[in-house]
């Protein structure tokens, strides 16, 4: 008797309910980009696979180095992760707010004033990347591979003991990829 209670049980839980045979509604909110799901948001990754693979073909070529991979961020489907061989290093978050898309690159470095030029070439195996300062702060360096400019390098610190390289990523600048 039990047994058959919770057959008919499962049975009635298997059945579709009207609810759950309608179509998902696209979401009205800016921020999710998505479809409500059956009182619930999946939502989707801000960055698309296209995206992907232009901004890793960007950073390959700003960096000199072939081994730098773009995904998505496992820990924020908002973000991408830019990894090093088994090492995230870096992540690329989305700025579409003005109605142009662009990406800010973001990747801690910790270490001192002192080693952070060989720091990032020994890391990035490029010899080309250099520092040049930048105005009269201190605390802010340029990072240039080559003759090109890629980046802004700031403090996080007053001693110094650590740094934040940003790049911006404009959707020009991937039109080439």
Do not use: H
Not at 37 to 59: I, M, P
């Amino acid at each position: 008797m039990i047994r058959r209670r919770w057959i008919e049980t499962q049975a009635q839980r298997s059945e579709p309910r009207e609810a759950e045979t309608k179509s998902p509604e696209p979401c009205g909110r800016r921020r999710f980009r998505g479809t409500a799901c059956l009182g619930f948001l999946r939502r989707e990754s801000a960055v698309n696979k296209t995206e992907l693979r232009k901004l890793q073909a960007f950073l390959r070529k700003s960096f000199g180095n072939e081994g730098v991979l773009v995904g998505l961020d496992p820990k924020d489907e908002d973000a991408a992760a830019v990894r090093l061989g088994e090492r995230q290093i870096a992540k690329i978050t989305v700025d579409d707010e003005d109605g142009d898309r662009s990406f800010a690159f973001a990747m801690k470095i910790p270490v001192g004033r002192e080693v952070l030029q060989s720091y990032l070439q020994k890391l990035f195996e490029n010899e080309r990347l250099t520092l040049a300062a930048r105005g009269r702060k201190g605390d802010f360096v340029e990072l240039n591979s080559g003759e090109d400019f890629l980046g802004v390098i700031s403090a996080d610190d007053a001693r110094g003991s650590s740094y934040t390289l940003q790049i911006a990523i404009l959707d020009i600048d991937l039109d080439e990829f």
